[in-house]
C-alpha cells in the first residue's frame, strides 16, 4: 500500500516469486534482462511477459546439452541440434560481422569460450554457459548455470529451481542447492545448505517439518539427500552464491565446523554425519 514504484528493471527475478513479488508491490511492469560483458548477445524483456529474460534481437540458438558430460549434443554428422518450444537446452550466440566476440585479454580463454562447427562447418557460436529454456516467440527463461544442474536417479535437477522452492519453505532464511558424488552411484545426490530464520532451530522438530515439506513440494529424485546448516551465506560482489567451495567440502564433516546430516534410504528423519558415518556412507554401506 502506498509503494509509487511501479516498474523495475534488472536481472535475476526467480520464477517462482515473479508473480507474488508484482502482486505484492503492485507492480505493473518487469523489465528483465539478460547479458554478460564479454557475450555478443542479450535479451530485454520489452513486451512485459511474465517469468521470461525477454528477447534477443541478434541471432542465437539454444541446443540440446548432456548434464551429465557437461557438453552440448552432437548428432552422428558431428552438429548440434536445437531443442523444442518449452525444452531446455545451452544458450549460444552466433559469432558473426554484426555479433563479433571480441573474448578476453587471455587467448586460450577467449578460445574455450568459442563452440566450432555447430551447424555447418565453419560456424562459430559463443557458450554463454547458461541454460535456459525456450518458451516461445524468440522468447527464453533462464534455468541454471551449466554444471549447476545435476543428473540423480536419471533425471536432471535443476539447482536454481529447487533453491526457489527450498527457499519458500517454512523456517528457511536461505538455500544453496548443488551436487555431490557419492562413492558407488550414478550421477551426483542434492545437498542442500541452508540457513534458518530467526528464532528457528535444526532440531528434531524443524527437520521432522522440513522432511514432510521436501515431500510434498518436490520429486523424490530432487530432494537434497545431505543438509548443511550455515550460520550465514557467502555471497560475490554481485550477490551471487559461492558454490564451489561447498561442492568441494560436500558433505564431508572433517572440512568445516558445520553441521551436517543425511537423510538416509528407508528413514524418516535425518542423521548427523559424524566422520564414521561419512566413512559408512562412502563405503557403500547404504544403498542411495
Known amino acids: 500500500t502506498g509503494n509509487r514504484v511501479t516498474k523495475v528493471i534488472g536481472n535475476g527475478l526467480r520464477p517462482s516469486i515473479w508473480n507474488d513479488f508484482k502482486t505484492r508491490f503492485a507492480i505493473n511492469e518487469v523489465l528483465e534482462i539478460y547479458g554478460a560483458s564479454e557475450s555478443n548477445i542479450g535479451f530485454s524483456n520489452l513486451l512485459n511477459f511474465n517469468n521470461t529474460v525477454g528477447l534477443c534481437p541478434v541471432p542465437f540458438k539454444i541446443v540440446a546439452y548432456d548434464q551429465e558430460t557437461d557438453e552440448p549434443i552432437r548428432n552422428k554428422d558431428g552438429f548440434m541440434t536445437v531443442i523444442g518450444r518449452g525444452e531446455t537446452g545451452l544458450l549460444?550466440?552466433?559469432?558473426?560481422?554484426?555479433?563479433?566476440?571480441?573474448?578476453?585479454?587471455?587467448?586460450?580463454?577467449?578460445?574455450?569460450?568459442?563452440?566450432?562447427?555447430?551447424?555447418?562447418?565453419?560456424?562459430?557460436?559463443?557458450?554463454?554457459?547458461?541454460?535456459?529454456?525456450?518458451?516461445?516467440?524468440?522468447?527464453?527463461?533462464?534455468?541454471?548455470?551449466?554444471?549447476?544442474?545435476?543428473?540423480?536417479?536419471?533425471?536432471?535437477v535443476s539447482t536454481t529451481e529447487v533453491e526457489s522452492i527450498?527457499?519458500?519453505?517454512?523456517?528457511?532464511?536461505?538455500?544453496?542447492?548443488?551436487?555431490?558424488?557419492?562413492?558407488?552411484?550414478?550421477?551426483?545426490?542434492?545437498?542442500?545448505?541452508?540457513?534458518?530464520?530467526?528464532?528457528?532451530?535444526?532440531?528434531?522438530?524443524?527437520?521432522?517439518?522440513?522432511?514432510?515439506?521436501?515431500?510434498?513440494?518436490?520429486?523424490?529424485?530432487?530432494?537434497?539427500?545431505?543438509?548443511?546448516?550455515?550460520?550465514?551465506?557467502?555471497?560475490t560482489g554481485t550477490f551471487k552464491y559461492k558454490k564451489n567451495n561447498l561442492k568441494d567440502i560436500s558433505f564431508n564433516p572433517e572440512k568445516t565446523d558445520d553441521e551436517i546430516w543425511v537423510h538416509l534410504p528407508n528413514e524418516e528423519k535425518f542423521t548427523a554425519v559424524d566422520s564414521a558415518q561419512y566413512q559408512r556412507i562412502q563405503s557403500s554401506h547404504y544403498r542411495f
Do not use: C
Open 92 to 156: 549460444l550466440g552466433e559469432i558473426n560481422d554484426k555479433t563479433p566476440f571480441d573474448g578476453y585479454t587471455d587467448k586460450d580463454k577467449t578460445q574455450e569460450k568459442i563452440l566450432r562447427d555447430v551447424f555447418i562447418k565453419g560456424d562459430a557460436y559463443f557458450n554463454t554457459g547458461d541454460i535456459m529454456r525456450d518458451i516461445g516467440y524468440k522468447h527464453t527463461q533462464f534455468v541454471d548455470r551449466v554444471g549447476d544442474t545435476f543428473r540423480w536417479k536419471g533425471e536432471n
Open 166 to 235: 527450498i527457499a519458500e519453505l517454512s523456517g528457511i532464511s536461505e538455500a544453496i542447492v548443488y551436487g555431490v558424488e557419492i562413492v558407488g552411484t550414478n550421477g551426483r545426490a542434492g545437498m542442500v545448505a541452508i540457513t534458518l530464520e530467526d528464532g528457528v532451530t535444526f532440531d528434531s522438530s524443524f527437520q521432522k517439518s522440513f522432511l514432510l515439506q521436501l515431500d510434498k513440494h518436490l520429486p523424490s529424485y530432487a530432494i537434497p539427500i545431505f543438509i548443511r546448516h550455515l550460520k550465514t551465506i557467502e555471497t
